[in-house]
């Protein structure tokens, strides 16, 4: 789905955006499971992020689900309800678990006054797999 | 010109007539009807370049869609649903889809007129927008001015806007000028989540960001003079046009039904092309649970808008004194993302207009009285910086798309490469130039909604004129622009 990629030694976390003539598209990519989780909390943070640093937070969050794809969007819809209902624009993961069917992160990041342009996570498009070696994911954005 | 042939990306169109084109249900051997869209071919060249037709042949699969999957002229790619796609299903077994409707539920538009024109404002013109932007919150978790009890939520979430004017927000004739006086039927605030709840208690009377706007406008030139004085509307006069929606309580309701529609389908024997178009029986449990949690959400978003309107009467008042504040008349308020249940073709159907907007003709029984004569009121908002519209619903809509017709402009280019084409900094001075006031906290966020990221809203307002389904009343060109 991804094209013959040839991974490289290792895969740091990364996000590019993908032209969409409406909504906003990203694909993730990292060496291993847990870094699609990170590349997908760095898209968000570049979506909402804010000029104004606040306090330091630290939340926890702990999520269930058997299908990774589904996992993955319910992971940007409590980013996205966290910036929403407690201003929390997450910098980074402190520790994540990843198991067969449960999440359990520890996410770093500052109260803020984050951007209100993430309406939703959309199944549209939605991928997480590995191919050569390499984790893959795709996420379209409602904006 | 009949049988002209296209080939987009994914099949071949057909050309029905001026302004129709069909992709064939035979084209793929899971589509149930046809895919049309309405556009000549400049617009065609634009709309087949991205995803949008190879989705509305995805919606062509629902089950117990009927006629047609539509697309209007300002269609392009969504998520799911292409923006700018209507598709109607039979009742009481055809599916209800929350992709059809999208995440921002009832996002719509309301058009204020006010009691002077844009000579009159002269030197007021930049207090007003001002003004504006610090009345009006714009952004997620930015707590509007009014703050609801778990109860006074759910009154609002039942009523929509007539819960509000016991605070004086708003009149009774702002509730007969908006669609379906501004409260669906079958609101349950029972079948909104906790979550949803949460999201939206605080956040009534913002505008939120992206494309939402609360716009400061002249009326630019009148094309129909009966229908702008029915709308009560004359060139040179000032208006404002708020666009906004249901906020993270709509966000909300649409993400919970998504996943349970998602969860449950395979259920009810639905196999579908793509996953966003997650959907059950109208008639189902889940599909009567997400109708009364969009129809609470859509209230929530009438009240929204109301809020909002309330906050631009109060501006009005503090720059241009109260005269002015209670002569500001709301012309309208239409809805983009909806589904309702209306009767087409002598049956009940459930229409849902995702970017699309309800435009019925004279004569409808929904419209008000003071319309009746001329048709339902439309607002196509244009790119920032350019021309928005008024236009009244004829009943070529009724025969052709289910009393429905476009909704804006339509994206064709990405916010990315929006962004990396004009700088924020140098598209707020191009603007400023034009004399157009721009109060936007956020660069990025300026440069996102560029005016060339869009189609030329005149040329999309041309073709649902030449379709018939609606016509051109009044051009508004902005003064002012206010966006979050």
């Known amino acids: 789905m991804f094209g013959d990629m040839t991974p490289p030694a290792r895969v740091a976390p990364q996000h590019h955006f993908v032209e969409h003539g409406g909504e906003v598209e990203v694909e993730l990519e990292a060496e291993d499971e847990a870094g699609i989780f990170a590349a997908a909390l760095d898209t968000f943070t570049e979506l909402v992020a804010g000029n104004a640093d606040g306090e330091s937070m630290e939340i926890q969050i702990g999520l269930r689900g058997r299908d990774r794809t589904l996992l993955l969007v319910d992971w940007l819809n409590e980013l996205l309800f966290r910036a929403e209902v407690e201003q929390f624009v997450p910098r980074h993961i402190k520790a994540i678990e990843l198991e067969d069917e449960t999440l359990q992160a520890t996410v770093v990041g500052y109260r803020g006054t984050p951007r209100p342009l993430v309406k939703g996570v959309a199944l549209n498009r939605l991928a997480f797999e590995q191919e050569g070696g390499v984790w893959h994911g795709r996420v379209v954005f409602d904006v | ?484």
């Not at chain 2, 000549?40 to 629902?62: F, H, K, M, P, Y």
């Not at chain 2, 929350?98 to 006010?114: E, F, K, M, Q």
């Not at chain 2, 009523?159 to 379906?180: F, K, N, Y």
């Not at chain 2, 909806?338 to 002598?346: F, N």
């Open chain 2, 1 to 484: 010109m009949s049988g002209t042939v296209v080939s987009s990306s994914t099949s071949e169109l057909v050309q029905l007539d001026d302004t129709l084109w069909e992709i064939p249900a035979a084209s793929r051997a899971d589509m149930r009807v046809p895919a049309r869209v309405f556009a000549d071919r400049e617009l065609l060249e634009a709309i087949t370049a991205g995803r949008a037709l190879e989705q509305l042949q995805n919606v062509a699969t629902l089950p117990g869609i009927v006629d047609a999957a539509l697309a209007m002229p300002d269609v392009h790619q969504g998520y799911g649903f292409p923006v700018g796609g209507v598709a109607a299903t039979a009742l009481p077994d055809g599916v209800v889809s929350p992709g059809g409707v999208g995440y921002d539920i009832n996002c719509g538009v309301r058009l204020l007129a006010l009691p002077l024109s844009a000579e009159e404002l002269g030197a007021h013109c930049e207090p007003l927008v001002h003004e504006f932007s610090r009345a009006i919150p714009a952004g997620a978790g930015k707590h509007g001015p009014l703050r609801l009890s778990s109860d006074e939520l759910d009154e609002v979430l039942r009523a929509g806007p007539q819960a509000l004017l016991a605070r004086g927000i708003g009149c009774e004739d702002d509730l007969v000028r908006t669609e379906s006086g501004g409260c669906l039927p079958g609101a349950e605030p029972g079948a909104v989540s906790a979550r949803a709840h949460e999201r939206g208690c605080g956040q009534l009377g913002t505008a939120g960001s992206g494309n939402h706007f609360i716009e400061l406008q002249r009326v630019d030139r009148v094309f129909d003079r009966t229908a702008a004085d029915a709308f009560g509307l004359g060139e040179g006069q000032l208006t404002v046009l708020i666009h906004s929606g249901s906020r993270g309580l709509g966000h909300q309701v649409c993400t919970d039904h998504v996943r349970i529609m998602d969860a449950v389908q395979a259920r009810y024997g639905i196999v579908l092309p793509d996953r966003q178009l997650a959907c059950a029986p109208a008639s189902s449990p889940e599909g009567r649970a997400y109708l009364a949690a969009m129809a609470a959400a859509a209230n929530f978003a009438f009240a929204n808008r109301q809020a909002l309107a309330h906050a631009v009467r109060e501006a009005i008042r503090r720059v241009l004194g109260p005269n002015a504040a209670r002569a500001t008349r709301q012309v309208y308020d239409v809805a983009h993302n909806v589904a309702k249940v209306e009767q087409h073709g002598g049956r009940d159907v459930l229409v849902h207009r995702k970017g699309a907007t309800r435009a019925f003709p004279a004569g409808s029984v929904e419209i008000p009285g003071d319309f009746a004569h001329v048709g339902q009121p439309v607002f196509i908002p244009g790119s920032m910086g350019t021309s928005s519209y008024v236009l009244a619903g004829e009943p070529g809509s009724l025969e052709r798309s289910f009393g429905t017709t476009c909704h804006g402009a339509g994206r064709t280019m990405s916010r990315t490469r929006a962004r990396a084409t004009i700088g924020g900094a140098e598209l707020r001075r191009q603007l400023e130039a034009q004399g157009i006031v721009v109060r936007c906290p956020s660069n990025r966020g300026l440069s996102e909604e560029a005016p060339f990221a869009y189609k030329d809203v005149g040329h999309v307002v041309s073709i649902v004129e030449r379709a018939g389904l609606a016509r051109r009343v009044a051009r508004l060109v902005p003064l002012g622009v206010v966006k979050g």
